[in-house]
């Protein structure tokens, strides 16, 4: 069941379909949501693209933090970015959290393809297939860690993986 406060945290690898599940759940559930990256841009008042490349990747990441930290108690639906996982400080916010954290997993295939489609990650850009295979193999065990619950994604539309979602309430 999930925790009180009723704040819910999505986690998982980039295109995970993290923020389109999260707003089908909102939609669902009728709970406001709220996407990190975007609280990001709006404080920063520059794209995730234009961060990285004027802050550079540890610019961005002390934002997320510092978003990451506020929407402990957000009451709704928080979609994360994927890379999340990647500061002890941040395991240490959601490991300490009142959120219910919720780990999508994927598969690498149905990432990619998507990742593909969608674009527009500056990490993507820089990284080759094995240093993406490689930080997939990295961010794995940290969300199954931090998360309360994994819901399986691979072959589910948005609606069906939100539903499943939302019985936990
Ligand atoms: C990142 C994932 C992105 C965004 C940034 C870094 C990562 O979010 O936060 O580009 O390190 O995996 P999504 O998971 O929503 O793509």
């Known amino acids: 069941m999930i925790k009180e406060p009723q704040t819910l945290m999505l986690v998982g690898f980039m295109g995970a379909g993290k923020t389109t599940v999260g707003q089908e759940i909102a939609r669902q559930h009728q709970s406001l949501f709220i996407d990190v990256d975007s609280e990001i841009e709006r404080i920063a008042n520059q794209s995730i693209s234009e961060i990285f ?34 500061r002890a400080e941040n395991l240490d916010i959601l490991r300490d959290s009142p959120a219910t954290v ?7 295939e149905s990432t990619i393809s998507r990742l ?3 674009g527009q990650r500056p990490l993507l850009q820089e990284k080759s297939a094995v240093a993406f295979f490689n930080l997939w193999q990295q961010r794995d ?13 691979v072959g589910k539309t948005p609606e069906r993986i939100a539903a499943e979602i939302v019985a936990l309430f």
């Open 116 to 118: 593909l489609l969608e």
């Open 141 to 153: 065990p940290k969300y199954e860690r931090i998360a309360n619950f994994t819901v399986e994604t």
């Open 53 to 86: 490349t004027t802050r550079g990747e540890t610019g961005f990441r002390e934002l997320e933090t510092q978003v990451l930290s506020e929407v402990q108690t957000f009451n709704g639906i928080v979609a994360t970015g994927g890379g999340v996982v990647e």
């Open 102 to 108: 919720i780990y999508l997993h994927g598969n690498l």
